[in-house]
Each structure stands twice: as structure tokens, then as C-alpha cells.
């Protein structure tokens, strides 16, 4: 059985493993086994953001994109959590929507870009809708998943003391007992949200998306892998902070 | 109909599903106010289902069940403490022991009173804000037991609530039991598999045998006598139990 290491020997194993990542690619870049123009080198991105951030087109970017991603990360996840938890809950809609779940579940979010376009325009809208619906069916499943996997002893200890009613046995025992299973849907839609925010923006909405696109035009590989590193950075800020969040609610936890 | 009594069961049959022959036949029974009764019997018997069936949690197939309670206003008739604690994970001890007070037509500061009393009545009054995981099998017990009472409850089922302890916690929740229903008189419905448990804490012992099961016993008891007497009791009830089993 695996060991649990020590914070700081993972911490430091952590940022070796970035280190030598980053070492390797520097070198790889700088061998010219690869030309400059297809693979740039990590410290030319450095140089990158500072023009990107002097010019503002980077706070701007980053912005647009924050705000597709929050809208639709907050519509996936509500709308993912609601119709996941009332499918688990009653089987009459579970069974009603079975079919038309395992009809959608398969089309991928960037299949809809055509839709999201005649529906909404080249607009934020349609971003958002984008995003939305990749959060969406990974909360549905995880929050049907979380909610049918609830002790049903526990159930029963709610009727046996006045709290089987639908307000309370859902508040006071569904969710909190599937809040575990629903919170790890919603950090792995945070994750997905922003595989999407990249692929919405890419039909000319601005964002970071937008900005890699033009930049991949022009051959600026380093601004196209400034705004990679940016995009994972995002990404990790939102991890780790939901991470701290989530300690906190599931502190009842071993 | 016993005019003390609290619960009376008349003809009451139990089955589990409805085309299932029945597992209980037959039972009918008067619990008087105050009273300390155990069931027992052997296993698959319809003890526990019999307990669902009085706390209203499973419906009998025939028969009524019939709940004098004494309206009270901020309690609840019926309360069960079940064999595996069932805590919910998420609420600190105190909310754990609030929970069936949540709905009650009490105030905030009845309903924090009535949590510290039930809390000091089963010795856990510094538990409040720990944790279930941070318990002891017998605390998380205690607990339960703590949450029955708190509901002010005219009867308290329990569910073999020490059956999964180890023997040194599950004699001294035996003994805190008879000193709890000593000094809040409550009506307790206790099932037990253990004969020596229900000979030990019950003034009444009823027991369930045969095929389809129905009360084939119903015996007088001193709980928490010693020695010879004991003994002879618990080979009584044993006997009783054999005469009535088939595997």
C-alpha cells in the first residue's frame, strides 16, 4: 500500500517534476532537433506577457474568458446538480429522461458551436451555453451517481424523526450525504469548463481562445504558449482554491 | 386494552412483501406506561420489524397498532435508537442529538436546553462539538440514545442497540440504560437476541418463536438480579425459545 508523503517532500517533489519538464523542453527547443518557429522555448515566454500585458491584451483576454467560464460553470453546475439529484430522487422523471440522456450524453459540446451560433450569434451567450453544457452532464452524472449512493438507513432515520418530508429529507440528508460526490462533479467540471472556454472561443469570440488562434495564424508560437500557461494557471488557481473550499465543508470527513 | 398502557397491538401480522407468507402472526400485545419490555427470539424472527412496524416505519400486513400518546406539545410519541448509532456523518454531536427536535414547535433556546439535558443524561456533556468519527463505538451509541430522548419521546424502541459492541461497553450501557429509564420512566421497547441482555434490564420479557413466529412467551422479570435467579431465568427463556425454533 502507497505511503502518504510528508507536505513539504510533496511539495518538493512537486516542483522537481515541474523543473525537470521545464529543463527538457528548454533543451529540447534549443537543440534544434525541432525548429524555433513550431516548438518555441519556455523562456521565450517570459518576453511574451510582458508585451501581452503592456499592450493589455492579456488582462483583457483573461477577463472575457473568466467571464464565459464563471457564467457557464455556474449554469452547468446548478442545472447539472438539479436534474442529476431529481432523476436519482424519482424514479417516474429517472425513467422519463433515461432515454433522452443517453441520446445528448454522447454529442460532444464543441458538435453544438453550430447551434450555439444560430441561436446566439458569435456572442458571449454562446460561449457560455458552451461551457454549460460540458459542466452540465459531468455534474448530472456525478450528482445522480452521489445521490442514489446515499445510506438509505439514513433515510429511514429521517422518517423516524419527523424529517421525511421532500424539504427536509432532501436538505437535511440527500444532499449533504452525496455533497462528497456532488463536489467532486463540480471540481471535475471546473477542469472540463476550461477545456471549453478554449474551443467556444475559437469561432472568434474574444478570449483567450480567440487570442491563441490569431496568435497560431501568425506563427507566434510563444504567445500561443503563453496563453497555454496561462489558461493552466487559471485552471490551477481555481483548483486549489476550490480545494481549500471544499476541506472546509467536508471537514466531517476522517 | 389496558388503560395504562402505550402501545397495544391487536392481531397484528407482518410480511415483507405481498406475496410473501407472513413472518409474525398473531400478536397481540399491551405495553404499559413505564414500562421496560424486551423482545427476543431468534433471528429472521420479525423482532426488529416488529419495532419499524410500532415507530410507523413499516406497515403491518394485518392488525392495529394503536399509540396512547399524551400530546404533549415539542415531542414526539416515538423514538428509535437503532443498532448501528446512525449518526449522520456531517453534524457535529450536538446537531446530531438536535436533529429530531428540528420541526418541533420549540424555541431555539428549548430546543439548545433540551440538547445540553440529553447530552449530560447519557454522560457526554463535553461531546458537543465533536465529530462522529472522533467517537468511540459506545459514545456514538450514547449519542443515539441522547437524540431518542431528546425528542421527549412516551415511547423509546431500541433496535439491539448494543449488539455491536464490544462486552465490557455493552455492560456499562446496560447499566447507564437502567439508570436512564430509572430516572426519566420512559416506556422502553428493547430487542435483543442476547437473553442474558433482556434478563438483566427488562421487567417484561416477550418471546417470539415458531414458524410463522408469534409471542410464545411472555414473561414477568426483576431486572437486574444476579446469581441462581439469573441464571435460571435466562435457562427458562432459553428453553422457551428452543421449544418454539426449526431451522
Excluded at chain 1, 488582462?59 to 473568466?66: G, I, P, R
Excluded at chain 2, 428549548?110 to 440538547?115: I, L, M
Amino acid at each position: 500500500m502507497r505511503q502518504p508523503l510528508k507536505l513539504h517532500t510533496s511539495v518538493a517533489l512537486s516542483a522537481l517534476g515541474v523543473a525537470v519538464f521545464l529543463l527538457a523542453w528548454e533543451a529540447l527547443a534549443r537543440s534544434g532537433v525541432v525548429p524555433s518557429g513550431l516548438l518555441p522555448s519556455p523562456s521565450a515566454v517570459p518576453a511574451a506577457f510582458v508585451a501581452e500585458v503592456r499592450a493589455g491584451t492579456w488582462q483583457a483576454m483573461v477577463l472575457a474568458s473568466l467571464s464565459h467560464y464563471l457564467s457557464g460553470l455556474f449554469l452547468g453546475t446548478v442545472l447539472g446538480i438539479a436534474f442529476g439529484t431529481a432523476a436519482a430522487m424519482w424514479g417516474v422523471w429517472d425513467a422519463a429522461q433515461a432515454w433522452v440522456v443517453r441520446m445528448l450524453r454522447p454529442i460532444p459540446s464543441i458538435a453544438w458551436i453550430p447551434f450555439a451560433i444560430i441561436w446566439f450569434g458569435v456572442s458571449e451567450s454562446a460561449a457560455t451555453f458552451l461551457i454549460a453544457l460540458t459542466v452540465f452532464w459531468i455534474n448530472y452524472y456525478a450528482s445522480y451517481a452521489a445521490v442514489r449512493g446515499v445510506d438509505k438507513d439514513l433515510i429511514e432515520l429521517g422518517y423516524a424523526f419527523g424529517q421525511g418530508g421532500l424539504i427536509p429529507r432532501l436538505f437535511k440528508i440527500v444532499l449533504p450525504g452525496a455533497l462528497p460526490g456532488i463536489l467532486s462533479g463540480v471540481r471535475a467540471g471546473l477542469g472540463q469548463g476550461w477545456m471549453t472556454v478554449v474551443a467556444a472561443e475559437l469561432f472568434g469570440i474574444a478570449g483567450l481562445g480567440s487570442r491563441m488562434s490569431d496568435a497560431s495564424g501568425l506563427l507566434a508560437t510563444n504567445i500561443v504558449v503563453l496563453y497555454m500557461v496561462t489558461i493552466a494557471a487559471l485552471y490551477g488557481v481555481c483548483d486549489f482554491l476550490f480545494m481549500q473550499v471544499q476541506q472546509r465543508v467536508l471537514a466531517w470527513q476522517k | 386494552m389496558n388503560a395504562m398502557s402505550v402501545i397495544d397491538l391487536k392481531g397484528v401480522a407482518i410480511g415483507y412483501g405481498p406475496d410473501a407468507p407472513p413472518v409474525l402472526v398473531e400478536v397481540d400485545l399491551s405495553v404499559e406506561r413505564g414500562s421496560f419490555v424486551a423482545i427476543v427470539g431468534p433471528s429472521g424472527v420479525g423482532k426488529s420489524t416488529l419495532l419499524r412496524v410500532v415507530a410507523g416505519l413499516h406497515k403491518a400486513r394485518g392488525g392495529t397498532v394503536t399509540i396512547h400518546e399524551t400530546n404533549k406539545p415539542g415531542h414526539r410519541p416515538v423514538s428509535l435508537v437503532f443498532q448501528d448509532a446512525r449518526l449522520l456523518p456531517w453534524r457535529r454531536v450536538a446537531k446530531n442529538v438536535r436533529f429530531g427536535l428540528e420541526g418541533l414547535p420549540i424555541g431555539a433556546a428549548e430546543r439548545d436546553e433540551r440538547v445540553a439535558a440529553a447530552l449530560r443524561l447519557v454522560r457526554l456533556d463535553d461531546y458537543g462539538r465533536r465529530w462522529p468519527y472522533e467517537l468511540s463505538g459506545g459514545q456514538r451509541q450514547r449519542v443515539g440514545i441522547a437524540r431518542a430522548l431528546a425528542v421527549d419521546p412516551d415511547i423509546l424502541l431500541m433496535d439491539e442497540p448494543f449488539g455491536a459492541l464490544d462486552a465490557i461497553t455493552r455492560h456499562s450501557l446496560q447499566d447507564e440504560l437502567r439508570r436512564i429509564h430509572r430516572e426519566t420512566g420512559k416506556t422502553i421497547l428493547f430487542v435483543t437476541h442476547d437473553l442474558e441482555e433482556a434478563v438483566h434490564l427488562a421487567d417484561r420479557i416477550i418471546v417470539l418463536g415458531g414458524s410463522p413466529a408469534r409471542i410464545v412467551r411472555d414473561v414477568r422479570n426483576d431486572p437486574g438480579r444476579e446469581g441462581g435467579v439469573f441464571r435460571e431465568q435466562v435457562e427458562q427463556l432459553r428453553t422457551g425459545i428452543a421449544d418454539n425454533y426449526s431451522i
